[in-house]
């Protein structure tokens, strides 16, 4: 991790609603298999970088300054894009602002849960791809600065986007499409209790929304004809259906077709001033939400969000030497653990007592891990604070 003084070179690009329209959003978003292509693009190009994509929200975080700016651009997208709109920060406000997302605290809807579970999954897929670098050290801090902001919370625990689209859905009183199994969708059906809702996903068998009916995705088309209302929240790369095949499914209507498009990027792109269709985006959603009084003290919120980043920020300055060692540690942990696994798994295969395989397993690993600590303070000579240290570390002192 680039360090000089209190300085860890941390920086941030932002591009977010409503600063940046959904058009553009659309064009910088990435679905969850194309976040890790990126993070492996960012980590074979030398750069220590993090990217959150959201419906709302892509955000980008490097260590190395504002210099690497183009650098990371470029790569994640071919060619240098001028972040119209984008706004960037750096070290102790990029720190507060992303703790700040992921708390939920930037979101329409203070406090929404949703933003947070994405920021740990941007976190855990940067971390399925071998990064455990200072970045790392980092990005743990502000998941705990946002879990403790989050404490202090009013959380809607259905979600908020989800939850808004719901609401205008019930204004029809008739049938509702999902299109979509995801999290978006199962807040969604959640929140339409009592209404008949139908789901259109492509793994059928593999939907666990309680509530509703499943139908496979094939159908998905006659949703545009068939029902009053059509959510559209599935992760594809784009359209899911073209111009034309909507203006054929509206033609077939005697009622206008509500259609609600959480998707990013979107799912549609209708025509402009279609009176057979009303068309509503993330961002309409996103407005509603923000005309809406919050339960949530933000004065209180804000100052301790930017207390805790203040704290964290000043440990990370003055441990910065420790952030390598611990992201080392942790990445011989896993080494451990994997090795290990492969020599056990074919054990597991028609053992007569699986649960003595695996403690087995567990007692190996733990016996790896801390061989070395082991071995360091048994030979000698070693001075007594040795001792005492590595007690400390590992919650022996009072034992």
Not at 120 to 145: C, M, N, P, S
Request: net charge neutral; charged share 25%.
């Amino acid at each position: 991790m680039v360090t000089c003084g209190d300085r860890l070179n941390l920086a941030s690009l932002s591009f977010a609603h409503p600063a940046v329209p959904a058009s553009l959003r659309a064009r910088l978003a990435f679905d969850d298999a194309r976040l890790g292509h990126a993070h492996v693009r960012l980590r074979d190009s030398g750069l220590e970088a993090f990217i959150l994509s959201t419906c709302l929200r892509v955000e980008m975080a490097w260590t190395g300054g504002m210099d690497h700016t183009d650098r990371i651009l470029e790569t994640l997208y071919g060619r240098k894009v001028i972040p119209i709109g984008g706004e960037l920060r750096t070290d102790r406000a990029a720190l507060s602002h992303l703790a700040a997302v992921a708390a939920g605290r930037e979101s329409p809807l203070v406090g929404e849960p949703e933003v947070f579970a994405q920021f740990r999954r941007a976190t855990e897929a940067r971390r399925l791809q071998g990064e455990q670098d200072g970045l790392a050290v980092i990005l743990d801090a502000e998941v705990a600065v946002a879990r403790s902001t989050r404490r202090m919370m009013s959380v809607n625990p259905r979600g908020s986007l989800a939850v808004i689209a719901a609401e205008q859905a019930r204004t029809t009183h008739g049938r509702v499409a999902i299109l979509g199994a995801g999290a978006m969708a199962a807040a969604a059906a959640e929140a339409l209790e009592g209404m008949e809702v139908t789901v259109f996903a492509r793994r059928p068998d593999a939907v666990r929304i309680k509530g509703v009916q499943i139908a496979p995705w094939e159908q998905a088309v006659t949703a545009l004809t068939d029902f009053a209302v059509v959510i559209s929240a599935t992760s594809a790369k784009g359209r899911l259906f073209g111009a034309e095949v909507l203006d054929q499914a509206l033609s077939r209507r005697s009622e206008p077709l509500l259609l609600i498009d959480l998707a990013m990027p979107p799912g549609f792109v209708p025509a402009d001033g279609d009176r057979r269709l009303i068309y509503l985006d993330v961002d309409c959603l996103a407005r509603s939400a923000a005309d809406r009084p919050s339960t949530n003290h933000t004065t209180g919120l804000r100052n301790h969000l930017d207390d805790a980043a203040d704290a964290a920020w000043s440990r990370l300055a003055a441990n910065h030497d420790v952030g390598p060692v611990i992201a080392a540690l942790l990445n011989r942990a896993d080494i451990l653990v994997e090795e290990e696994v492969r020599r056990f798994a074919g054990r597991l295969e028609g053992a007569a007592d699986r649960r003595a395989v695996l403690s087995q397993l567990a007692h190996t690993v733990a016996r790896r891990v801390l061989h070395q600590p082991i071995s360091y303070l048994s030979s000698s000579p070693r001075p007594p604070e040795a001792a005492r240290v590595v007690a400390e570390a590992f919650g022996l002192k009072d034992e």
